[in-house]
């Protein structure tokens, strides 16, 4: 049992260096021990790669060894044919008997398959290790998936008297916000899959929404913009990354931005960034939007 809660810990240790890598596939890591040495090990990098239970195998030099061996994973493996095939078929070829997973996969198209498949073809399956742990690592997949929305954070700078917004002045603007504490938002937006904000802050700030001060992917960015008010030469429009504008009205100035009814009720807005097969959304709002959400 020991044994099964360490290799279980390195493969979500595996898994965690990818947050904000793998849209919209889940975070996973592979571990592969034979007599209590590890002989491989792998992790998922991006949609559309290799899963990483394949890059697991692969790293594995004798490939004998994988009969006598255990291969530990943080989800489920897959049992259909996506951008690659089901990982259940590549752990039976090489005739690996032993297979202990963390989470069951709440995707409807695996959930619960891949352990049948293993265990109808003669695999010793043991889950459940460490299912907490692991559930917490993949818990924008989890929600999205469970919860049918997008898991949400909201994040915001506040003074010590309660404001949340820079004081403005002729002259000067004060940011409460300092260069450390910018550094961290957006490694932050580098782990989620898109970011939200309100139209007024874009009209007010003009802001770019990247992860330009940290090495990570830009999130998809997106504006609660319920009359198209935007600017059409707001940053936001940049080729850095994708940019959504939700909205009850037509704007012919803006290409591809999304038309919503009912915009005044927050499900609704949830439900369409689901239908967007938006993961997670991190907002940064001014007062009005992160009150809302």
């Known amino acids: 049992m020991e044994d099964n809660l ?6 979500i240790e595996l898994a965690s260096k990818e947050i904000g890598n793998t849209y919209p596939n889940p975070l996973v890591g592979c ?5 209590n040495k590890i002989i491989g090990e792998g992790s998922h990098k991006a949609y559309g790669d290799e899963h990483a239970e394949v890059n697991a195998i692969n790293s594995v030099n004798d490939k004998n060894l994988l009969a006598k061996s255990t291969l530990y994973v943080n989800l489920e493996p897959c049992n259909h044919y996506g951008k690659t095939p089901p990982c259940s078929d590549l752990i039976l070829k090489y005739k690996i008997k032993n297979v ?4 069951i996969d709440p995707n409807k198209t695996v959930k619960g398959g891949g352990i049948e498949k293993l265990e109808s073809n003669g ?3 043991t889950y459940g290790i460490l299912k907490n742990e692991c559930d917490y690592l993949n818990k924008r997949f989890f929600t999205y998936h469970k919860q049918r929305r997008p898991y949400v954070i909201l994040k915001w700078a506040e003074s010590n008297d309660g404001f949340i917004s820079p004081i403005k002045s002729k002259r000067e603007v004060y940011w409460i916000s300092g260069e450390k504490s910018k550094k961290l938002s957006h490694k932050w937006r580098s782990e989620e899959h898109s970011i939200l904000v309100g139209v007024q802050t874009i009209i007010d700030d003009n802001p770019i929404l990247t992860t330009r001060l940290v090495d990570g992917k830009n999130p ?4 609660l913009d319920p009359n198209c008010r935007i600017p059409i030469n707001s940053k936001i429009f940049s080729k850095d990354s994708k940019t959504i504008i939700l909205s009850k009205t037509e704007n012919n100035s803006i290409e591809k931005n999304i038309k919503i009814v009912n915009y005044d009720k927050m499900e609704f807005i949830l439900r369409s960034l689901y239908d967007l097969k938006i993961q997670s959304v991190i907002i940064e709002g001014g007062a009005k939007t992160i009150k809302n959400f």
Do not use: A, D, L, Q
């Open 6 to 11: 360490k290799y279980i810990k390195r493969c």
């Open 31 to 35: 571990v592969i021990v034979h007599e």
């Open 100 to 103: 202990v997973i963390g989470s």
């Open 123 to 125: 695999c010793n399956v």
């Open 220 to 223: 998809i960015r997106i504006v």
